[in-house]
């Protein structure tokens, strides 16, 4: 079955960094882009970053752009946040999950969300 198991979050003060770990099995790693979201409590899951099947093309929204670095090690299917000058509205719960270079979602999608990580930012 698909599987997503998100570590590296914590507690760091405004302006530090962290780098987050989504570690993926169950599909074909290499053949999906894979997506970091995170969700603040009481607010809907919001995309952060968005890497394609080879790594070859990465995209952000404006809120992260400059301050996060996705990457991916196709050989180890994981993908990796560094998050830097990390902000208060920041803190979340960060989760990823794959869907099709193309934008499709596959099937599995929906059920293969994982427990994500907290990342709190604060002094």
């Known amino acids: 079955q698909v599987q997503f198991v998100e570590s590296g979050g914590g507690l760091v003060q405004p302006g530090g960094s962290l780098r987050l770990s989504c570690a993926a099995s169950g599909f074909t790693f290499s053949r999906y882009a894979i997506a970091w979201y995170r969700q603040a409590p009481g607010k809907e899951r919001q995309w952060v970053a968005l890497i394609t099947s080879t790594g070859g093309s990465t995209n952000y929204p404006d809120s992260v752009k400059g301050r996060f670095t996705i990457s991916r090690d196709n050989a180890k299917n994981t993908v990796y946040l560094q998050m830097n000058s990390l902000k208060p509205e920041d803190t979340a719960v960060y989760y990823c999950?794959?869907?099709?270079?193309?934008?499709?979602?596959?099937?599995?999608?929906?059920?293969?969300w994982g427990q994500g990580t907290q990342v709190t930012v604060s002094s």
């Open positions: 999950n794959a869907h099709s270079d193309n934008g499709a979602v596959p099937a599995w999608r929906d059920a293969a």
